[in-house]
């Protein structure tokens, strides 16, 4: 468990020069209409399926 988490603090030290905002802000559109495409999914095999 401690290797692990060192293996992610160095990841995130070594990604932190390339998150700038616009990045961040793409990141978080695409996570978005993902969580929006999965639950109209859900919805759609909830009613008809």
Same mark, same amino acid.
């Given at each position: ?20 905002? $616009? ?5 978080? $559109? ?10 109209? $999914? ?8």
């Amino acid at each position: 468990m401690f290797v692990a988490d060192l293996i992610k603090s160095y990841i995130a030290n070594k990604i932190t020069q390339y998150l700038t905002p $616009r990045i961040i802000a793409l990141i978080d $559109r695409i996570a978005g209409l993902g969580l929006i495409g999965f639950g109209i $999914r859900l919805l759609f095999f909830a009613f008809y399926g």
